[in-house]
């Protein structure tokens, strides 16, 4: 069960980016939304969950960002 909702995750984050190709966004809000992205391959969730909603704060279109918040809200129960 929990590889068909991590699977559902990803396939709605690719929707969204895909929906969302050709958007221009806040650069600060880019900015954050990498380095949450970064800081999950080291494994600061928190850390990312924060700049995640930092940068949605920013950039409320940016659904990325919320989508990668739910993720590193998420990732200690799906990441096991």
């Known amino acids: 069960m929990r590889a068909i ?3 559902a995750l990803v396939c709605a984050a690719l929707g969204v980016l895909a929906n969302g ?3 221009r966004y806040n650069a600060d809000a ?3 939304n990498n380095r949450g992205v970064a800081q999950m ?4 969730t928190d850390k990312a969950a ?6 949605f704060k920013k950039e409320p ?3 990325q960002a919320a989508i990668n ?3 590193a809200q998420n ?4 990441c096991r």
Not at 41 to 44: D, K, P
Not at 75 to 78: G, M, N, S, T
């Open 41 to 44: 391959g080291q494994q600061f």
């Open 50 to 55: 924060d700049s995640f909603a930092e940068a």
């Open 5 to 7: 909702g991590w699977l």
């Open 30 to 32: 880019v900015r954050l």
């Open 21 to 23: 190709a050709g958007v």
């Open 69 to 71: 918040e739910g993720i």
């Open 75 to 78: 990732c200690p129960q799906l």
């Open 61 to 63: 279109k940016m659904e």
